[in-house]
């Protein structure tokens, strides 16, 4: 851009119209050669937008890698937590997010394996049509009314399913496909 006879060569400045400063500048940070800022998971779904719009391969390469080790990171980590649903809403939700961002870039092997990841986790965490049980309290099991971090669990659980209801209808058809095609793969989480 600054090499040919732009506009922006003679203004030295470029205009980014529609552009989040901070978002642009995490991007110009990953890719700035004396900073090279790793991509990780407060930044991989801000800037692999941009990268992709400005078509720099290399951090396009770098955020796929990162969302798939995040989407198996993920499910592993939901697992390790316990076998009550409302411990995995908090390990669903990124893998919500990255399925809606690689579907607005056309990534169609990354749909496939989130939706694959997605799948593993119960339906009940995003299927509004879904009513949990009035059971009584369970010692040792979450309420949807106890604390994560600054949220309730049913709060996450409730972000999750506006998350799900946000998506393509073609995506969501692919994640409940996924789950009933591998219901009683011991792969999956069990709710």
């Not at 980014?16 to 800022?37: A, S, W």
């Not at 995995?88 to 939706?115: G, M, Q, T, W």
């Amino acid at each position: 851009m600054f090499d040919h006879d732009c506009k922006e060569k003679k203004e030295n400045s470029v205009s980014l119209p529609g552009k989040n400063y901070d978002d642009f500048l995490e991007f110009l940070l990953c890719i700035h050669p004396r900073i090279l800022k790793p991509i990780t998971e407060t930044n991989v779904l801000r800037i692999v937008s941009i990268a992709d719009e400005y078509q720099v391969t290399s951090v396009i390469k770098k955020c796929k890698e990162y969302m798939i080790s995040w989407l198996q990171a993920s499910f592993d980590q939901a697992r390790a937590k316990g076998n009550h649903y409302l411990y995995h809403a908090e390990y669903l939700r990124p893998c919500l997010r990255i399925v809606a961002k690689v579907h607005e870039l056309s990534y169609n092997d990354l749909v496939k394996f989130a939706v694959k990841s997605i799948a593993k986790f119960g339906h009940i965490l995003y299927n509004t049509g879904q009513k949990e049980s009035q059971k009584m309290h369970i010692k040792n099991q979450p309420s949807p009314s106890d604390k994560t971090g600054d949220e309730t669990f049913g709060d996450i659980k409730m972000d999750c399913m506006k998350m799900f209801q946000n998506l393509p209808f073609e995506i969501k058809y692919k994640i409940v496909a996924e789950r009933l095609l591998h219901l009683n793969d011991e792969t999956n989480l069990k709710y």
